[in-house]
């Protein structure tokens, strides 16, 4: 089989390699589409600091089972899955509490084990999530990007009379729009970037009202229209968001972090603790996957709005080009395998 592998930092090579047997309770999935995301291209340039190499690269993997390993029903053979890359013990503190997540021996397919750019992989049978005949295998290659949003949403539980405010229009910062609206209908949404075509994206994902901070003041065109937001997301995840989102959030708001910056940031807790601000994170996914099928199903997102470009993955150097470098026009890229 042919895989996707990077194998020293900035040398991405398809090599030809063993189709992977399933071990116990693993299943064998015939890769068909893969989704490229931001971190593919921190470890194809080395900028992720868990990334071991060389690694099959890609989380975002839709295909079709093909072989079960030992204690793992037959009948899946034939089965449309898409699969949650996070692997989890099942019984460390985190787990425990229904946080696998963030796993205390947590193993990311395409970070710390090989992934999904590649002709096949071998998967948890637990994380390869069945996709009815109603999902369309483009919308299901969209299922992990909508998990983190809806990560998101559990973690700050967001209501109709929310005025949600969204740093950044890339593909996280899209996707959490469209569960803020289609999902859980709140009212207000806002979106800040710096690129009008994807502020653009935002809007025709549902976003109420988009700010371009190139030429306008965030905190002055809020002013100016009177919205005080009870609820932040940071999908921008620069450093110097936190302390703005605090300054900016109306008392009692929840603000969610998302960012893996290591630069520190200042923050003054007046700010946070005299209008009792919730400041979460989110990572990942935490068992959203059956919730996110169940929302493409209901028709309430729509991730053909996110998708821009697609390859063969014979072409993933093009592919990957075209998602760094072509910001203005490019959101999502799907690789055909
Ligand atoms: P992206 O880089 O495509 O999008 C970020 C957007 O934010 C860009 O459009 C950029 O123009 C905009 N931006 C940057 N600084 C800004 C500012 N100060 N104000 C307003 N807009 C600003 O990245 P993507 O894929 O959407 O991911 C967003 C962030 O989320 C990344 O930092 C990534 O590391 C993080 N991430 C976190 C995950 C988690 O589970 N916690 C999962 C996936 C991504
Ligand atoms: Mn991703
Ligand atoms: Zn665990």
């Known amino acids: 089989m042919k895989s996707i592998v990077i194998a020293q930092p900035n040398q991405l090579v398809i090599e030809e390699r063993a189709i992977p047997q399933p071990s116990p309770g693993d299943v064998r999935v015939k890769i068909s589409l893969a989704g490229i995301c931001g971190s593919d291209s921190h470890i194809y340039h080395g ?87 109603d999902v369309s295998d483009e919308f299901a290659v969209m299922v992990e990007p909508f998990t983190i949003a809806a990560n998101v949403a559990g973690q700050v539980q967001p209501i109709e009379q929310d005025c949600a405010l969204i740093y950044g229009a890339g593909p996280m910062g899209l996707t959490s729009v469209q569960v803020l609206k289609g999902v859980y209908q709140v009212q207000t949404v806002i ?107 209901a028709g309430l997102i729509d991730p053909s709005k996110l998708i821009t470009h697609r390859y063969p993955y014979q072409e993933v150097v093009s592919a990957m080009a075209t998602f760094e470098n072509d910001r203005h026009s490019c959101c999502k890229v799907i690789l055909r395998f």
Not at 86 to 99: F, L
Not at 105 to 111: A, D, I, P, Q
């Open 47 to 133: 900028h992720n600091p868990f990334a071991k190499y060389p690694r099959v690269i890609g989380h975002e993997f839709f295909g079709v089972i093909e072989a079960v390993g030992e204690g793992v029903e037959e009948t899946r053979v034939g089965e449309r899955v898409s699969v949650d890359p996070v692997v989890s013990c099942g019984h460390c503190y985190p787990c425990s509490i229904g946080k696998p997540n963030v796993c205390t021996e947590l193993v990311v397919l395409g970070v710390h084990r090989d992934g999904g750019f590649s002709e096949y992989a071998v998967v948890p049978a637990r994380n390869a999530h069945h996709i009815p005949d």
């Open 191 to 297: 979106v800040v970037d710096r690129i009008p075509e994807r502020l653009e994206m935002a809007r025709q994902s549902g976003a109420d009202y988009v700010i371009d901070t190139t030429h306008l003041s965030l905190p002055d065109e809020l002013a100016r229209r009177g919205y005080r937001p009870t609820l932040i997301i940071d999908a921008a995840c620069h450093p110097s968001i936190l302390q703005e989102a605090i300054t900016l959030a109306s008392p009692a708001a929840r603000i969610v972090l998302m960012g893996f910056s290591a630069d520190p940031c200042t923050v003054t807790q007046q700010g946070i603790t005299s209008k009792e601000l919730s400041i979460y994170s989110s990572r990942l996914n935490a068992h959203k996957f059956p919730i996110v099928i169940d929302w493409l199903r």
